[in-house]
């Protein structure tokens, strides 16, 4: 796989384009435009974009504000500030209305590296999903954000959009059919299920390899959509493979992994393991040694897969 724009690079050229074909919409970004990427709306709509500066509870406050009127507001800064510092407002003034406020946080889990844990958003879609009314979407590449942008663009409720730091592999080369709520089968397989998204979701493919090589057949999930998550892909995942890895770059708690695994108990219980951070806050490095050291790696997701078959 080729390496790509990061996913919060394609979430900025993309809301440009929405903003384009949508003079309703409108962008609310606290003095991290640059990071965030609304950047590229800013230049192109100044009139349509507003910065509040770095007061995330206020900026949640302007964008429901602003949904309330009519428009169709999206608002962005690092997940670990608009998920954790205006959870409140989150809660009381957009999910509970059920305003068309679109929350984008960017700089997730911990490959933004030497930034440190006070910036590393590891808890963000446990609390976007805690919301009710709330869409939560986790796209693993280029394409797959693009077509993400596009389709939230479309929904009149409140949603979370998680985007990362860094330059990820393009998993989907040709484009992908992306549609909220309905996970994406890369491969197929039938000794067990490989459920990912986001950055984890290369690794994933790259585990299959591997496990191939060892005469193991795995299929591969893209669940960009947390919620609401895909029963039916699920079950038949747990009923036809019979195991099932989850891996995500989340803590465990709350994550995709306990909204997977509620899922199986429900419809067809089986053995599982979970590739995801493990309680814990991470330290300042450079991305790709956190991400082996906090077991994050195409070799963690063969680790899992392996006890489960023994």
């Given at each position: 796989?080729?390496?790509?724009?990061?996913?919060?690079?394609?979430?900025?050229?993309?809301?440009?384009?929405?903003?384009?074909?949508?003079?309703?919409?409108?962008?609310?970004?606290?003095?991290?435009?640059?990071?965030?990427?609304?950047?590229?709306?800013?230049?192109?709509?100044?009139e349509?974009?507003?910065?509040?500066?770095?007061?995330?509870?206020?900026?949640?406050?302007?964008?429901?504000?602003?949904?309330?009127?009519?428009?169709?507001?999206?608002?962005?800064?690092?997940?670990?500030?608009?998920?954790?510092?205006?959870?409140?407002?989150?809660?009381?003034?957009?999910?509970?209305?059920?305003?068309?406020?679109?929350?984008?946080?960017?700089?997730?889990?911990?490959s933004?590296?030497?930034?440190?844990?006070?910036?590393?958003?590891?808890?963000?879609?446990?609390?976007?999903?805690?919301?009710?009314?709330?869409?939560?979407v986790?796209?693993?590449?280029?394409?797959?954000?693009?077509?993400?942008v596009?389709?939230?663009?479309?929904?009149?409720?409140?949603?979370?959009?998680?985007?990362?730091?860094?330059?990820?592999?393009?998993?989907?080369?040709?484009?992908?059919?992306?549609?909220?709520?309905?996970?994406?089968?890369?491969?197929?397989?039938?000794?067990?299920?490989?459920?990912?998204?986001?950055?984890?979701?290369?690794?994933?493919?790259?585990?299959v390899?591997t496990?191939?090589?060892?005469?193991?057949?795995?299929?591969?999930?893209?669940?960009?959509?947390?919620?609401?998550?895909?029963?039916?892909?699920?079950?038949?995942?747990?009923?036809?493979?019979?195991?099932?890895?989850?891996?995500?770059?989340?803590?465990?708690?709350?994550?995709?992994?306990?909204?997977?695994?509620?899922?199986?108990?429900?419809?067809?219980?089986?053995?599982?393991?979970?590739?995801?951070?493990?309680?814990?806050f991470?330290?300042?490095?450079?991305?790709?040694?956190?991400?082996?050291?906090?077991?994050?790696?195409?070799?963690?997701?063969?680790?899992?897969?392996?006890?489960?078959?023994?």
């Open positions: 796989m080729k390496l790509g724009k990061s996913t919060r690079e394609a979430f900025g050229l993309a809301l440009a384009q929405l903003g384009a074909a949508d003079p309703a919409l409108v962008v609310v970004d606290g003095d991290v435009h640059n990071s965030t990427r609304t950047e590229h709306f800013a230049k192109k709509f100044p349509r974009f507003f910065n509040v500066g770095i007061a995330e509870s206020n900026l949640v406050g302007v964008a429901a504000g602003l949904a309330s009127s009519g428009k169709h507001a999206w608002c962005a800064s690092f997940a670990a500030f608009v998920m954790c510092n205006a959870y409140d407002q989150l809660r009381m003034s957009v999910a509970f209305p059920c305003l068309d406020v679109k929350v984008v946080g960017t700089h997730v889990g911990i933004i590296g030497e930034d440190g844990p006070s910036q590393m958003g590891i808890e963000d879609v446990g609390l976007a999903c805690s919301l009710p009314n709330f869409t939560v986790v796209p693993a590449d280029e394409p797959a954000t693009t077509q993400a596009e389709a939230l663009g479309k929904l009149r409720t409140p949603a979370y959009l998680r985007a990362g730091r860094p330059n990820v592999p393009i998993v989907y080369e040709n484009g992908c059919d992306f549609r909220l709520g309905k996970a994406i089968q890369l491969r197929d397989g039938k000794d067990l299920t490989i459920i990912a998204n986001g950055l984890m979701l290369a690794p994933a493919l790259e585990a390899q496990l191939a090589g060892q005469g193991i057949a795995a299929r591969v999930l893209d669940m960009h959509t947390v919620k609401p998550i895909d029963h039916a892909a699920i079950g038949a995942a747990a009923r036809e493979t019979g195991r099932i890895v989850v891996a995500e770059e989340h803590l465990l708690h709350g994550g995709l992994g306990s909204v997977v695994a509620m899922s199986v108990v429900r419809q067809h219980p089986v053995p599982m393991r979970f590739v995801g951070i493990n309680d814990t991470a330290e300042s490095g450079k991305p790709e040694e956190l991400l082996i050291k906090y077991g994050l790696t195409a070799a963690d997701i063969v680790k899992a897969a392996r006890e489960l078959l023994q």
